[in-house]
């Protein structure tokens, strides 16, 4: 790891955990005697969290830390610092009412505008888990799961969606990081992903909107019962 992404790491950790409230002012120099890293180093690092929209600079001042509510909160580096604080729990909450509110649209949207390959991919893919899951290959099986609900946002057509999905993604990475999935792949989930795909390339969109709430709203359960154990 460069010292860039290092301190890039510390600081977005730091920044997530709340170990720097909002209205925190924070100095060029000081972080960068604290992390014994140079200026240039540390001038890119904070340009990373102003892109963010974490820190905003002010001449003759430093750094000011702003809300959560105002950070970049699709961004999935961000994503990632806040999943691995300790406000994971309601982070993956949180995560999962967006899915929930958009992600059965995007389902519906893709049974009536997906292509002809788009349909034969997802079914492909949803085989694919189910071969992966019999075979007990776990990031295999993730990978193909963050790979299907990344074409269903893509074959809805709609490009806002396909940001959205971005969150999807790193909910599934996160969840593998955090090993938030069960030890028998082969579950009702695994079904539920066939027959989405089956109602996307059927063009069923009533169907492929109400599967994919099962699975949006199982995942969260799922995920809920595993943080308790």
């Known amino acids: 790891m460069t010292l860039h992404a290092h301190l890039l790491d510390s600081l977005g950790l730091a920044l997530t955990s709340g170990r720097y409230p909002p209205g925190t002012i924070l100095r060029l120099d000081e972080l960068t005697s604290q ?82 390959e788009q349909r034969g991919e997802l079914l492909r893919l949803a085989g694919k888990m189910r071969q992966q899951a019999i075979a007990g290959d776990p990031l295999a099986f993730i990978e193909a799961d963050i790979e299907f609900h990344r074409l269903v946002f893509l074959a809805s057509g709609n490009d806002l969606f396909v940001q959205v999905g971005e969150v999807t993604t790193e909910v599934l990475h996160g969840r593998a990081e955090l090993q938030l999935f069960p030890p028998n792949l082969q579950n009702a989930a695994l079904d539920w992903h066939l027959l989405e ?33």
């Open 35 to 116: 992390y014994g890293v140079s200026r240039t180093v540390g001038r890119e690092a904070v340009r990373v969290l102003e892109a963010l929209r974490m820190v905003r600079s002010r001449p003759k001042i430093g750094l000011i830390v702003l809300p959560v509510a105002e950070w970049n909160l699709f961004d999935p580096q961000l994503i990632r610092w806040r999943l691995a604080g300790t406000d994971r729990r309601e982070l993956l909450g949180q995560m999962s009412q967006l899915r929930a509110a958009v992600e059965p649209v995007a389902a519906g949207l893709a049974a009536t505008k997906a292509s002809a």
């Open 197 to 229: 795909a089956d109602a996307i390339a059927g063009g069923d969109a009533a169907e492929a909107e109400r599967v994919s709430r099962c699975i949006v709203l199982d995942s969260a359960a799922e995920v809920d019962r595993l943080l308790e154990t």
